[in-house]
């Protein structure tokens, strides 16, 4: 049988409250901590806390069981301040010694892609988060939404990571397997372990699709699939939220997924493996080449979920353009605000693609439209420029890229 | 069809909407009857092409044909879209000062008795004319379809372009309401122009929903638009359309005092007419803010286009607003737009900004935001204008064409 290598993306970003023009320069709190507090409640409620239970389960169960976490430092946090069971409940499965935490950026941004000196300050952040939450430190690399190049690779090398996660599409892969260990185009060829998006999104968005022409998805279905494989692993990655939030416990994925785990297991050699076993167990193929940003995002895997329209990249533009300054500053809570809002949902929700995957935009957006989210994060950016740099009293109104004026 | 001549009176959606249905209904090769009232001094305006031989609207590109398919008849009326009692008694008091011209003294003393004449003159065409099924616009021309309707045995579809509600906080005049609401229980199928105006068909008068169908307007591209010489740069911010209470002046010039504090080169246009433009003016002037403002009075269609095509933001207000056809004027020309969230024009448009008309922090902050982020306003005007060319006229006359189908299969 092929190992398998389950790995889950668990984030909830801090989302913004409404903002207007009026508010900046009068109010600095950006971020809409009842509406987070009451999604966070009601995600544990859903998934984190049944999810985990059937993790727990398994993991007691079965010896050859084990999972991996990408844990985002913007949910950590959240966890402490609202949902600290929860946080208990991800302890218990570390205390197996089963389950392995990636490394990735503290705040599930896009840092990677505005600036290299807080991409790396990020991921020092996060990786201390993780050595105080959990008592290990992370050594595989994923990328928010597994955002990925040659690029990032040779800095994860040079940085000393056993390894990277991306998404196996056909850019990276040409016509081979996603079921293999690849290497990344560096010197040494970092480790490269590649989603299998196939069998990953069939448990992850079509489950209880009515139209798929495999619904309903049956474990002992799932289990034929997965059987007739024959490379060196599967690696289903997926949002830890699939699990009682984007598929509802209505639908029966849990029991879906537990009843093939315990059908998978029951198989002679069946076992599942984390990244960082993987990568020392496995064989590593030829190296692959991505030249250019891939992600697992949307139709078209690659940025345009967050930098596909004017809007996106002006923001993330601004709001880098206050990098230097903020961080100057010597100011705690605005570097504090300054990274919340580097988190890659913000960008997500400014999106306009007209149809499919706008409406996955929409769903996860907390704004009426990608305007809205716009206007939104571009006042609270302008008052975050004032509090870094404040303007000469007497000088006009700072403003971004204000309307021309004529003198 | 009981429609409503194109432009003269382009003070509003209705002229405009049931004209465009017209041209769109001429393409499909539909036969039109279209039956108008004839006002015996509509406003004289350099650029008003008066609907005669044919000619109905800019938008038509195949003269010869539509000539053919479409049938003209006229009544003498000073019938007009959106006349209230007390305008009637002017034109009236118009009407018998101007002897030299066709004036028989036949209109009727009063705005009920003129419609209730109206009805009367259409009963008597209904028997003289060949159709299959009568169509009639907004409530001034609801008698005349069931009248129509009792004279020929033909199924009735009356379509609301808006309802007494809409017009008024109060509920309105009762002979309005009451007309309407006989217009829209006894007619076969009812048309609204949005989900918005059928909810309230459906809830203030008891329309049971299988009888109502939802066509939205839409909107004929022009061939010319001609860019107006821009001789300042100013940003400018432009209202239009009929100055009445239902279209929110009052939040409009709240919000302009708000943006013009924040950008002291900012102007704002006021086009059009109507009962609230004094209060209007007078609300500028207790803001301290004229100097910001241009009261252009009532436009000729090119120099409202052009206007369009100046303006930085088109905003509209609106208390209640069953469609907002002026929105998709401003869009054809790339210009961003700020509309009511209750607006039906965004059941059909997704790339505006959506206000409450009361939230005048709200609005005010979304004008500044259009100023001042042009990423904003380039893509709300692109993505928009791109919207907005996917819509005709044709599309909206094919649904009217299946409201009528179904109610010939009804016939048997």
Known sequence: ?407 | MFGWEFPPWVTGGLGVASAGLVAGLLETGTEVVLVLPHHPFPPKHPLLRIVDSGAVSAAADKPHRKRFLLRLRRVPSLLRPYITEAAYQEDLLAAARDTGTTFRGHYGPDLAAEVLRYAEAAGRIARRERFDVIHAHDWLTYLAGLEARRASGRPLAVHVHATEFDRSASGGNAFVSDTERLGVTRADRVIAVSRYTADIVSERYSVPRDRLRVVHNAIDARESLGEWEVGEHDPLVLFAGRITWQKGPQFFVDAAALVAREIPKVRFAVAGSGDRLRPMMDLVVAHGIERHFLFTGFLPPAELDRLYARADVYVLPSVSEPFGLTALEALRHGTPVIVSRNAGVSEVIRNVLRVDFGDTSDLASKILSVLLFHPLSDALGSEGRIEVGRLSWKDAAEKCLEVYREMLREEG
Not at chain 1, 10 to 38: E, K, M, T, W
Not at chain 1, 257 to 265: C, G, K, M, Q, R
């Open chain 1, 1 to 407: 049988m092929i190992p398998v290598c389950l790995y889950f993306q668990v984030h909830q970003p801090y989302r913004l409250r409404p903002y207007n023009y009026f508010d900046v320069g009068r109010d600095h709190r950006y971020f809409d901590d009842d509406r987070n507090r009451a999604l966070l409640e009601r995600v544990a409620e859903k998934c984190y806390i049944p999810a985990t239970a059937m993790l727990l389960r398994l993991l007691e169960r079965h010896p050859a069981f084990a999972v991996s976490f990408s844990l985002s430092g913007c949910l950590l946090q959240q966890l402490r301040e609202f949902a600290p069971h929860v946080r208990a409940a991800f302890q218990a499965l570390a205390a197996t010694g089963r389950v392995e935490f990636l490394a990735e950026t503290s705040h599930h941004s896009l840092a990677w892609l505005a600036s290299r000196a807080e991409f790396t300050e990020q991921t020092a952040i996060h990786r201390a988060q993780i050595e105080e939450d959990f008592g290990v430190t992370p050594r595989v690399f994923r990328n928010t939404e597994l955002i990925y190049s040659d690029e990032l690779a040779l800095y994860l090398d040079e940085q000393g990571y056993a390894g990277v996660l991306a998404d196996g599409v056909e850019p990276l892969l040409g016509p081979r397997s996603p079921d293999h260990l690849y290497r990344a185009m560096t010197p040494r060829g970092l480790p490269l372990l590649l989603r299998d998006y196939r069998l990953s999104d069939d448990i992850a968005f079509r489950f209880s699709n009515r139209t798929w022409k495999e619904h309903p998805l049956t474990s002992e279905k799932y289990d034929r699939w997965v059987s007739a494989l024959t490379g060196d692993v599967l690696s289903l990655f997926m949002d830890f939220e699939t699990f009682g939030e984007h598929q509802w416990k209505e639908t029966g994925i849990f029991q879906f997924f537990e009843a093939w785990v315990e059908l998978y297991l029951s198989r002679p050699g069946a076992r599942f493996l984390t990244p960082s076993s993987a990568i020392e167990e496995l064989p590593a193929r030829e190296r692959l080449s991505a030249p250019r940003l891939l992600s697992w995002a949307d139709e078209a895997r690659d940025l345009s979920a967050w930098q596909g329209n004017e809007l996106q990249r002006d923001a993330l533009r601004r709001l880098f353009s206050l990098e230097e300054r903020t961080k100057a500053s010597g100011s705690e809570s605005a570097l504090q605000d300054f990274r919340r809002l580097t988190t890659s949902d913000h960008f997500y929700y400014m999106a306009t693609k007209s149809y499919g995957d706008g409406e996955v935009h929409a769903y996860f957006s907390p704004f009426d439209s990608p305007y809205e989210a716009y206007m939104a994060f571009m006042h609270i950016v302008s008052d975050l420029e004032r509090r870094v740099a404040p303007a000469r009293r007497d000088g006009p109104r700072s403003y971004p890229h204000p309307h021309p004026l004529p003198a």
